[in-house]
């Protein structure tokens, strides 16, 4: 299993921890973010469940996103993150999280948060996506999304993961992660 860098979650003094897997289209963030949430007992969300029908007819059709559609899709999710932590509600979230100013306003949500970032090559990730069946995003859009994304490299809340491993090992990485860097110095139980 390979070393990961130490990682700071946002907002270390809050009660309610927020797991955001986040990467391209085709990364495994769903998948991943499934099986986090199955293990923690937490909630599991996806981001795609946040888009307008406009914006998820539009990348049917091919067509990226820009910034301007993207924004009130991220201001959806904080507003929902920011209400249901008062619930005191842990849960994962399946996040492209392309953008970092995106990725900020998931911070202002308030939650202890930490970004797990999976990331192959381009070829990986556009061989996934080309075997994936039933996805509302066409698959000409993998290289719009690597040209989109803002790589998180002096975020302090974020661990990168190559998902080129098998996915168990992917999993057993990312619970480590958690469990050292997240849940370790809040000694929070799951389930």
Known sequence: MQSHRQAQP????AQTCLIIVMGVSGSGKSTLAQALAAHYGYAYLDGDDFHSQ??????????????????????????????????????????????????????NAGRKTLFLFLHSDISTIQQRVDN????????????????????????????????????NEVLQQAIAIIDQQLLGATQIQHA
Do not use: C
């Not at 946002?10 to 003094?13: C, E, F, H, K, L």
């Not at 049917?60 to 249901?84: C, E, I, K, N, T």
């Open 10 to 13: 946002s907002n270390p003094d």
């Open 54 to 107: 406009e914006a998820r007819d539009r990348m049917a059709q091919g067509l990226p996103l820009d910034d301007a559609m993207r924004l009130p899709w991220v201001m959806r999710m904080r507003d929902y993150f920011s209400a249901a932590a008062n619930e005191g509600k842990h849960a994962t979230l399946a996040f492209s999280g392309l953008k970092r100013a995106h990725r900020k306003e998931l911070r």
């Open 132 to 167: 994936r069946a039933g996805h509302f995003m066409a698959p000409s859009l993998v290289s719009s999304q690597f040209d989109s994304l803002e790589r998180p490299v002096d975020e302090t809340d974020v661990v990168d993961i190559d998902v080129r491993a098998p996915f």
